[in-house]
């Protein structure tokens, strides 16, 4: 299965600790170039700054996709995330910003995000979702109670897919 991942849901995961988690879910983890770029930015905490400056092998950069102007609302990395799973036949795309979510979802890619993946390892046994989240939760990641909630049981349902 192969994911592109926007920058977000890989900011967090280093912050968590719970970075080597994407490899284990997916077959190819891809990032355009400009991903990258904001995960080498001057505001990166310094965990993400290091993670970044020495990438993991299992994360395939790819150049920038051609800027699609309907995007334009979009920041730089999240117009390339969006654009790349069409180009490469992505069967997900990892993205947090709800703005990025829902215009990823008008394009018909599957999108999951950051708790989705948690979740995922959680029922792999690859993490504990409670502890990821209470690590999640120290950070400025915004967490919806109702979202908490729905993911929880869904996890009691023992669902495959989040």
Same mark, same amino acid.
């Given at each position: 299965m192969i994911v592109v991942a926007d920058s977000s849901p890989l900011h967090y995961l280093v912050l968590i600790h719970?970075?080597?988690?994407?490899? =284990?879910?997916? =077959?190819? #983890?891809?990032?355009?170039?400009?991903?990258?770029?904001e995960l080498r930015g001057a505001g990166a905490?310094?965990?993400?700054?290091?993670?970044?400056?020495?990438?993991?092998?299992?994360?395939? #950069?790819?150049?920038?996709?051609?800027l699609d102007p309907t995007l334009a609302r979009l920041d730089p990395g999240e117009c390339a995330a969006l654009s790349l799973p069409l180009l490469v036949h992505?069967?997900? @795309?990892?993205? !947090?910003?709800?703005?990025? &979510?829902?215009?990823? /979802?008008? &394009?018909?890619?599957? #999108?999951?995000? =950051?708790?989705g993946v948690?979740? &995922?390892?959680? /029922?792999? /046994? @690859? @993490?504990?979702? !409670? #502890?990821? @989240?209470? &690590?999640?939760?120290?950070t400025n990641f915004y967490l919806s109670k109702q979202l908490i909630d729905s993911i929880r049981r869904w996890l009691s349902l023992g669902k495959n897919q989040p």
């Open positions: 719970a970075a080597d988690v994407p490899p =284990t879910l997916y =077959t190819q #983890v891809l990032a355009p170039k400009m991903v990258m770029d905490p310094a965990a993400v700054a290091a993670w970044i400056a020495h990438p993991p092998s299992w994360l395939e #950069v790819h150049p920038d996709p051609p992505a069967d997900r @795309l990892l993205i !947090d910003d709800w703005d990025g &979510r829902a215009e990823a /979802q008008s &394009r018909h890619l599957f #999108v999951i995000g =950051t708790l948690l979740a &995922r390892a959680h /029922q792999l /046994q @690859l @993490l504990d979702f !409670d #502890v990821a @989240l209470a &690590r999640l939760s120290q």
